[in-house]
């Protein structure tokens, strides 16, 4: 009997040893008191906290039932919120949302008092990923890593949408690479139709870091769409979770890339191709190649052989760089090289929108077999507009503007605005169907893309920083009605304006301005520099009127 005891009592013991080493790891590995498990669709989900430096919180996605989502915590260290002890019927919606609570728990002996708040986001789907590894540190470690994982997609009143294996999830961006909340890319193990989006297997998680409103993309890509811009990229907002780890609010967007559901165009004999800075991609395993003008661009897709690719771009540059407009080797005109619609489109939405990356980075170009015409698009990128919103004139040029980044480096829109049937194709556009959507995003869609991502664009701030993403939008709202303004006398009477083009390399801008002929450029008086005519190096006189195009720069920078 006493060896029967004896056996009991240490089961016992190992029995509770492995209960406390299981605590142990739990606590070790999550460092948080408790985690939360929602009811989805056919199973559940596992949410833990996330806790800055004064509260942990509880990030619940739209469609979930708070009476069906339910906190779990270690039986070995007692929680308490709100003086109610957390046990196997603790649900969420025991719990007022949206202020903060006390939290009580204790963990090896130690009693610990804390805040915690719940929240639920609304109207926006919810998609969890999960890496093979069980946590995103080697992802994040370098950009190039990839992992395996799964991944639930789930609609805003809970519906599953799409349940699927990742063949790899991997850091994507540059400057957005560089911020502490991460874009994405996705590769499926096959096909999926995401959200209604046509079904592919490779997708973009857009985290919108530079954008405090997190709605300059998706606004873009939806105005650039319904003004009719080929294979435009359709994307969708969700609420992203890694690992059971809330990472905000993101885009989940088609990629540009040559498919029947995204560029759908013959995949003998074409090609897709990007304009980008050549020191973000060189030594980099990318096809790639140099124009004569030293533009860089990186090969998508490639239908053909890549010499044919730089003959084919090679003939459209120059002739639109020429003085006539024929390529002289080919003996074909700029306007028979390439979709001047197409151009023409890119053209306005980089001006309409201030991009400016406008006809640099991240820029697209395709060519299409079945027409044997180079068009521009699909657009992308577009998370950094309304650039010198603070800074420069509402009369701020992006698309036309004559010089990008290196020095003397013109740009090939820049020559295209030149020539007269292209920007009477630019005013035609205008006027017919961009400034109708342009009208509408500002008095109205705005407004309505706000109120879609409210609470979501709420919780991401909590997780991510504080914005001021309220005074952002008003401000833009304002200033594209501005815009408007300034376009529609522009466009009508562009005869009466002037170019001036700054260069100021201590910046790194380059930026083009235009100017009422006989106005001053009073916006040149700001900062009180020394402005150099670039031919002569003769000082401009900011205080005479303008009537010419000039092309000027601080005093110190032409050397530099």
């Known amino acids: 009997m006493k060896k029967r005891l004896a056996v009991v009592y240490w089961m016992t013991a190992m029995f509770l040893l492995v209960l406390s080493v299981l605590g142990l790891m739990e606590i070790q590995q999550y460092d948080f008191p408790f985690s939360v498990v929602v009811t989805t669709q056919g199973g559940s989900e596992t949410i833990k906290c996330w806790q800055d430096s004064q509260c942990y919180y509880v990030f619940l996605p739209s469609g979930t039932d708070p009476d069906q989502a339910k906190l779990v915590s270690n039986p070995l260290f007692p929680v308490r919120i709100n003086g109610e002890r957390v046990d196997k019927k603790t649900v969420c919606g025991n719990f007022p949302f949206f202020v903060e609570l006390p939290l009580s728990y204790q963990k090896w002996g130690k009693s610990y008092e804390e805040t915690v708040c719940f929240y639920q986001s609304d109207n926006v789907p919810t998609l969890y990923i999960d890496t093979a590894s069980g946590s995103m540190d080697y992802i994040h470690s370098e950009k190039g890593n990839a992992e395996s994982g799964m991944l639930r997609l789930y609609r805003p009143d809970g519906t599953l949408d799409c349940d699927t294996q990742i063949r790899s999830i991997n850091g994507r961006g540059n400057i957005t690479w560089t911020k502490d909340k991460k874009p994405y890319s996705l590769e499926l193990m096959q096909k999926e139709d995401i959200l209604g989006m046509g079904a592919a297997k490779k997708w973009i998680l857009l985290a919108n870091a530079i954008d405090p409103?997190?709605?300059?993309n998706k606004m873009c890509y939806d105005l650039a769409a319904r003004a009719g811009c080929a294979y435009t990229p359709e994307c969708q907002w969700v609420d992203l979770y890694l690992n059971g780890n809330y990472a905000g609010l993101y885009l989940?967007?088609?990629?540009?890339?040559?498919?029947?559901?995204?560029?759908?165009?013959?995949?003998?004999?074409?090609?897709?191709?990007?304009?980008?800075?050549?020191?973000?991609?060189?030594?980099?395993?990318?096809?790639?190649?140099?124009?004569?003008r030293e533009d860089f661009f990186r090969i998508h897709y490639a239908g053909m052989d890549e010499d044919w690719i730089w003959e084919i771009w090679q003939s459209v540059e120059d002739s639109i760089f020429a003085e006539d407009g024929i390529d002289p080797r080919t003996g074909k005109s700029w306007d028979e090289l390439i979709d001047v619609e197409s151009w023409a489109q890119q053209f306005l939405i980089w001006d309409c929108f201030i991009d400016i990356d406008a006809a640099f980075l991240s820029k697209f170009f395709y060519y299409d077999a079945s027409s044997e015409l180079v068009f521009a698009g699909p657009l992308w990128d577009m998370d950094n507009i309304f650039s010198g919103l603070s800074t420069y004139p509402i009369s701020i040029l992006a698309s036309e503007r004559r010089f990008i980044w290196e020095w003397g480096q013109e740009s090939i829109f820049y020559y295209l605005s030149l020539k007269d049937s292209f920007r009477e194709t630019?005013?035609?556009?205008?006027?017919?169907?961009?400034?109708?959507?342009?009208?509408?995003?500002?008095?109205?869609?705005?407004?309505?893309?706000?109120?879609?991502?409210?609470?979501?664009?709420?919780?991401?701030?909590?997780?991510?920083?504080?914005?001021?993403a309220e005074e952002v939008i008003e401000q833009r709202k304002s200033y594209l009605l501005d815009r408007i303004g300034f376009l529609d006398d522009y466009l009508g009477s562009e005869e009466d304006y002037c170019m001036i083009s700054l260069i100021i390399l201590k910046d790194n801008q380059w930026r083009s301005i235009a100017v009422r002929r006989g106005e001053i450029a009073d916006f040149l008086f700001s900062d009180g520099a020394t402005w150099l005519d670039y031919e002569t190096g003769e000082p401009f006189d900011v205080t005479v009127p303008v009537m010419d195009d000039w092309v000027i720069y601080q005093a110190r920078n032409k050397e530099e």
Request: hydrophobic share 35%; charged share 30%.
């Open 252 to 292: 989940i967007s088609e990629r540009n890339e040559v498919d029947t559901q995204r560029v759908n165009i013959s995949k003998k004999g074409s090609f897709l191709i990007s304009k980008e800075r050549a020191d973000r991609w060189m030594g980099r395993n990318y096809s790639a190649f140099f124009s004569r």
């Open 213 to 216: 409103t997190n709605m300059c």
């Open 426 to 468: 630019v005013k035609q556009l205008y006027w017919e169907k961009f400034r109708p959507l342009l009208l509408e995003l500002a008095e109205s869609g705005m407004d309505q893309y706000r109120e879609q991502i409210h609470t979501a664009a709420f919780l991401n701030d909590i997780r991510w920083g504080r914005s001021n």
